[in-house]
């Protein structure tokens, strides 16, 4: 069975501060993809990057960035100078081919993290 | 603007009562979920979507039914059989169901019981 750990429960910073959430995941499939949502207030989750396992490449997006280790099976997301509008729960996902059709029956998601950016 | 509706933002279920959550597209997307939400909780997938006029089960299928009788809609029953109904109910979409693909999602239902 596949597995995503977003150990941080709750992450609470003061705006400008740089800060990381943890994905750490378990799949038995060499072949896979890691996706980051964030869910704001409104409730409607929102895609922000997809990764596939054989591209470690690190990936930067204006104040985002994604850090991709198989080694340590972690997939770590860094909002750098943060503001306010970050403020958002933040889902990590692993989408393996080992279910049966590799629909989005194989998509896992992990608890996710709130992140609260204070002023 | 193409998107996700989904409708009622809130409802409330009497013991006993089945309610139906509604979940348009208009995406032309072939696949389409539903996935329930608990406090401090991931994303539990509760029925899926591929093609009109078939559906599978998800991880936690037990009463819920859904149908897909057109492209652009995938309702969803809680009925009476499911106990602890409340929960924040997100509708996604995608463009063909594979794993690779990102998930559009609507607004959400939040589901409370009286």
């Known amino acids: 069975a596949q597995k995503v750990t977003q150990a941080q429960t709750e992450i609470s910073v003061v705006e400008k501060e740089d800060v990381t959430l943890d994905c750490v995941y378990e799949t038995r499939d060499t072949t896979y993809y890691l996706f980051w949502y964030k869910q704001p207030p409104s409730g409607e989750l929102v895609f922000l990057i997809r990764?596939?396992?054989?591209?470690?490449q690190n990936e930067i997006s204006g104040r985002y960035s994604w850090n991709f280790q198989k080694s340590t099976s972690s997939f770590n997301f860094t909002i750098t100078a943060s503001q306010v509008v970050d403020s958002a729960v933040y889902f990590c996902?692993?989408?393996?081919?080992?279910?049966?059709?590799?629909?989005?029956?194989?998509?896992?998601f992990g608890k996710g993290t709130h992140l609260i950016i204070q002023p | 603007d193409g998107g996700i509706t989904q409708s009622p933002k809130y409802l409330f279920r009497k013991e006993g009562q089945n309610v139906t959550l509604s979940c348009e597209q208009n995406?032309?997307?072939?696949?389409m979920y539903w996935y329930r939400q608990d406090p401090g909780q991931g994303l539990r997938l509760i029925y899926y979507?591929?093609?009109?006029?078939?559906?599978q089960k998800g991880d936690i299928a037990e009463g819920y039914s859904v149908s897909r009788e057109k492209k652009e809609s995938f309702p969803l029953t809680v009925t009476s059989a499911q106990k602890n109904p409340t929960a924040f109910y997100l509708c996604?979409?995608?463009?063909?169901?594979?794993?690779?693909?990102?998930?559009?999602f609507g607004s959400g239902t939040q589901l409370s019981v009286l």
């Open positions: 996902a692993l989408s393996g081919i080992h279910y049966s059709g590799g629909g989005a029956d194989g998509l896992t």
């Open positions: 996604a979409s995608s463009i063909a169901g594979v794993s690779r693909e990102k998930l559009f």
């Open positions: 990764r596939n396992s054989f591209d470690e």
């Open positions: 995406l032309n997307h072939d696949a």
């Open positions: 979507s591929q093609i009109v006029n078939d559906f």
